[in-house]
């Protein structure tokens, strides 16, 4: 019975944490806010006939460099997006009310898609054991 608590404890200190946070963690969160207001600025300035492609851009300013810095470093990804959603705040509040509520809204429903293919399924796979 005790070992099998030592096996259970070993486990629960070599998994890895929910969120590390480190330097390279807050420099993506900076540039994913710096990305995001230019894309923002984007949408604002966007002449009508573009109006909806530059709405998509969100998606794909989001998804594109959040997995590939994920990929990298999931850490660092989950960085990026947080900074790119915590963006849309100030913008919501300052500049448009709707452009910044969108880039936040999207952002954040991104991040859970993304955080639960990185986080929760590489998790399960990590966790089968293999010979």
């Known amino acids: ?4 608590n030592n096996e259970i404890n070993k486990a629960r200190e070599k998994a890895e944490p929910d969120l590390k946070l480190e330097i390279w963690t807050l420099l993506f969160t900076v540039i994913g806010f710096i990305a995001s207001w230019f894309n923002m600025i984007f949408i604002l300035e966007a002449p009508r006939a573009i109006e909806v492609l530059a ?3 969100i998606i794909i300013t989001t998804i594109i460099p959040g997995v590939i810095i994920a990929i990298i470093n999931r850490y660092w990804g ?14 919501l509040i300052f500049v448009d009310l709707f452009i910044g509520g969108y880039t936040f809204a999207t952002t954040i429903f991104i991040f859970i898609i993304l955080w639960l293919i990185f986080w929760k399924t590489w998790r399960s796979l990590s966790s089968i054991k293999t010979r």
């Open 1 to 4: 019975m005790e070992t099998k």
């Open 55 to 57: 709405f998509l851009s």
């Open 78 to 91: 989950y960085g990026y997006l947080i900074g790119f959603a915590s963006a849309g705040i100030p913008f």
